[in-house]
Nanobody
């Protein structure tokens, strides 16, 4: 059974940093691309960043230069380092993996950026 578990969210002041983790189980982790999404209240879900099995990365424009996605295949973990956080980064952050035609999601971790 595929399972994703996110952690690392919390309350941080504007300009601060957080490091999110997504631990996967039930898959040959190194073979799959992993994506981070976020959804703020009353807003649509949006892609934050993605990393392929070959460690190529993509970012949504508003996150470029502030967020860094990386992976540790030995730990079945994808990280999202978030720096220079802004109030508009407040959202639930979830990771996703597509295995064949099925998309799996973690439960999410709340990030709140506020003074």
């Amino acid at each position: 059974q595929v399972r994703l578990v996110e952690s690392g969210g919390g309350l941080v002041r504007p300009g601060g940093s957080l490091r999110l983790s997504c631990v996967a189980s039930g898959i040959a982790f190194r073979l799959y691309a992993i994506e981070w999404y976020r959804q703020a209240p009353s807003k649509e879900r949006e892609l934050v960043a993605a990393i392929t099995s070959g460690e190529s990365t993509t970012y949504t424009d508003s996150m470029k230069g502030r967020f860094t996605i990386s992976r540790d295949n030995a730990k079945n973990t994808v990280f999202l380092q978030m720096n220079s956080l802004k109030p508009e980064d407040t959202a639930v952050y979830r990771c996703n993996v597509r295995v064949g035609a099925t998309s799996y999601w973690g439960q999410g971790t709340q990030v709140t950026v506020s003074s």
